[in-house]
């Protein structure tokens, strides 16, 4: 995980969320709710003034008595009720999450109209609805999914509501880094600087609700996990099944889903095709409840014909068992235990690869059948996009490498970036 996760403070102010709130507060009345000091005693800020550029400048490099974010107020931002009329316009939208949304539509309104706004939460989301509104739209439909997954589930009205926040809240810790390393732009695409950027988000939204708002403490706990997965290839932490909360696994089915629908040729059968490409990575409780929505939509409808899929099936076979070839080769000439440990865990995600090929069939290219092309299609594509994130998993973990080993990690990286394109 990037060190600069672990040294997370909110006694300064974070410019990226000062730079979000500024934008927001040219639309939207932002104030001080009380006095705003250093640790000094000097005052920067008196209760009730608007927020504006001069806040900024006062607030450079200064320590603060308390965090910034506590001391300020959206008077006209986000509101239960405002959450309850987007979450109503989603709900009429034609989309491909209706099929799992709409069956509990009632339960999720409900629940939408009783969450608990802590005011750091309210400020936040509001800033992100403003100046983010890409990444609030995923929170929306994020609390949306989890709660309509925690209903479909049989849970009651408590598990609901976390839930229900746990989604809301999740990618809070993204506003504390560069906007442009945010995921809502299709973490897909995402170069190893932008990816390196994004992992500390997690930590940093877990933190910011632990230390800052009185939320339950699994709420805190699930965001931090929202990226693990059960078989401890997701970040920041590499958690495994044992560790992860039940709102975590939740959170993580619910963020898989939004990810695999973002992009043109978005369809819960993708969703539910990448949640089940690599198998033990998702609780599989959460994942059926998204299978079976699927399958209550029309059928996916493949891009190409049996002989170009299968030449393609071809080329990702070679191309994993040529990964695997060179990622063994390289690791006894790996001089330092960094690079090793980075050799360990691109053979480790790549025999996960090999596992979803096996158990998904695709060995046998010759026998796919014409009425399971887009399945198989979908597959392929999740596994090829598996294959380019194990580039970037390789190079967070080997971290600062000196010149031979980086040498030959990059050999490999660019290796597996070719093989997937």
Same mark, same amino acid.
């Given at each position: 995980?990037?060190?600069?996760?672990?040294?997370?403070?909110?006694?300064?102010?974070?410019?990226?969320?000062?730079?979000?709130?500024?934008?927001?507060?040219?639309?939207?009345?932002?104030?001080?709710?009380?006095?705003?000091?250093?640790?000094?005693?000097?005052?920067?800020?008196?209760?009730?003034?608007?927020?504006?550029?001069?806040?900024?400048?006062?607030?450079?490099?200064?320590?603060?008595?308390?965090?910034?974010?506590?001391?300020?107020?959206?008077?006209?931002?986000?509101?239960?009720?405002?959450?309850?009329?987007?979450?109503?316009?989603?709900?009429?939208?034609?989309?491909?999450?209706?099929?799992?949304?709409?069956?509990?539509?009632?339960?999720?309104?409900?629940?939408?109209?009783?969450?608990?706004?802590?005011?750091?939460?309210?400020?936040?989301?509001?800033?992100?609805?403003?100046?983010?509104?890409?990444?609030?739209?995923?929170?929306?439909?994020?609390?949306?999914?989890?709660?309509?997954?925690?209903?479909?589930?049989?849970?009651?009205?408590? @598990?609901?509501? !976390? *839930?229900? %926040?746990? =989604?809301?809240?999740?990618? /809070?810790?993204?506003?504390?880094? &560069?906007? +442009?390393?945010?995921?809502?732009?299709?973490?897909?695409?995402?170069?190893?600087?932008?990816?390196?950027?994004?992992?500390?988000?997690?930590?940093?939204?877990?933190?910011?609700?632990?230390?800052?708002?009185?939320?339950?403490?699994?709420?805190?706990?699930?965001?931090?996990?929202?990226?693990?997965?059960?078989?401890?290839?997701?970040?920041?932490?590499?958690?495994?099944?044992?560790?992860?909360?039940?709102?975590?696994?939740?959170?993580?089915?619910? @963020?898989?889903? !939004? *990810?695999? %629908?973002? =992009?043109?040729?978005?369809? /819960?059968?993708?969703?539910?095709? &990448?949640? +089940?490409?690599?198998?033990?990575?998702?609780?599989?409780?959460?994942?059926?409840?998204?299978?079976?929505?699927?399958?209550?939509?029309?059928?996916?409808?493949?891009?190409?014909?049996?002989?170009?899929?299968?030449?393609?099936?071809?080329?990702?076979?070679?191309?994993?068992?040529?990964?695997?070839?060179?990622?063994?080769?390289?690791?006894?000439?790996?001089?330092?235990?960094?690079?090793?440990?980075?050799?360990?865990?691109?053979?480790?995600?790549?025999?996960?690869?090999?596992?979803?090929?096996?158990?998904?069939?695709?060995?046998?290219?010759?026998?796919?059948? &014409?009425?399971?092309?887009?399945?198989?299609?979908?597959?392929?594509?999740?596994?090829?996009?598996?294959?380019?994130?194990?580039?970037?998993?390789?190079?967070?973990?080997?971290?600062?490498?000196?010149?031979?080993?980086?040498?030959?990690?990059?050999?490999?990286?660019?290796?597996?970036?070719?093989?997937?394109?």
């Amino acid at each position: 995980m990037n060190p600069s996760a672990q040294s997370v403070s909110f006694s300064t102010a974070n410019p990226h969320a000062l730079a979000t709130i500024l934008e927001a507060s040219q639309t939207k009345s932002i104030i001080a709710s009380r006095d705003i000091f250093d640790v000094s005693g000097i005052k920067l800020w008196a209760r009730d003034l608007p927020v504006s550029q001069a806040l900024q400048r006062k607030l450079l490099d200064r320590q603060l008595r308390h965090p910034l974010e506590s001391c300020l107020i959206a008077e006209d931002g986000v509101t239960t009720r405002s959450l309850v009329q987007s979450l109503e316009q989603l709900l009429e939208r034609d989309t491909p999450l209706a099929a799992l949304l709409q069956p509990h539509a009632d339960r999720i309104v409900h629940a939408a109209a009783h969450l608990p706004l802590h005011s750091v939460a309210q400020l936040l989301l509001t800033a992100g609805q403003v100046s983010r509104p890409a990444s609030f739209e995923h929170a929306l439909q994020a609390m949306a999914l989890t709660g309509a997954l925690m209903a479909a589930h049989g849970g009651g009205t408590r @598990e609901l509501r !976390l *839930a229900m %926040l746990c =989604g809301l809240l999740h990618d /809070l810790g993204e506003m504390y880094i &560069a906007p +442009r390393y945010g995921e809502a732009d299709v973490e897909r695409a995402l170069d190893f600087l932008s990816y390196q950027q994004l992992v500390v988000h997690p930590h940093i939204g877990k933190l910011l609700v632990e230390q800052l708002t009185n939320y339950p403490p699994e709420v805190a706990r699930a965001i931090a996990e929202h990226h693990e997965r059960l078989d401890g290839s997701g970040y920041p932490h590499c958690l495994h099944r044992d560790l992860l909360s039940p709102l975590g696994r939740l959170l993580a089915v619910s @963020e898989g889903t !939004l *990810a695999a %629908l973002r =992009g043109e040729q978005a369809h /819960l059968t993708r969703a539910s095709v &990448a949640l +089940r490409a690599v198998p033990g990575e998702y609780d599989l409780g959460w994942v059926g409840l998204v299978s079976c929505g699927a399958r209550r939509q029309p059928a996916l409808q493949a891009s190409a014909g049996v002989d170009e899929i299968r030449a393609r099936l071809s080329q990702l076979d070679a191309a994993l068992q040529a990964a695997q070839r060179n990622t063994s080769a390289l690791l006894p000439t790996a001089e330092t235990p960094a690079l090793k440990d980075a050799l360990g865990l691109a053979q480790h995600l790549l025999a996960r690869l090999r596992m979803g090929w096996n158990a998904s069939g695709l060995w046998s290219a010759d026998g796919v059948a &014409a009425q399971d092309l887009a399945e198989v299609e979908a597959v392929e594509h999740e596994l090829q996009f598996r294959l380019r994130s194990i580039v970037r998993a390789a190079q967070l973990r080997a971290g600062v490498l000196p010149e031979g080993d980086a040498l030959r990690l990059n050999s490999l990286c660019e290796g597996l970036a070719d093989r997937a394109s």
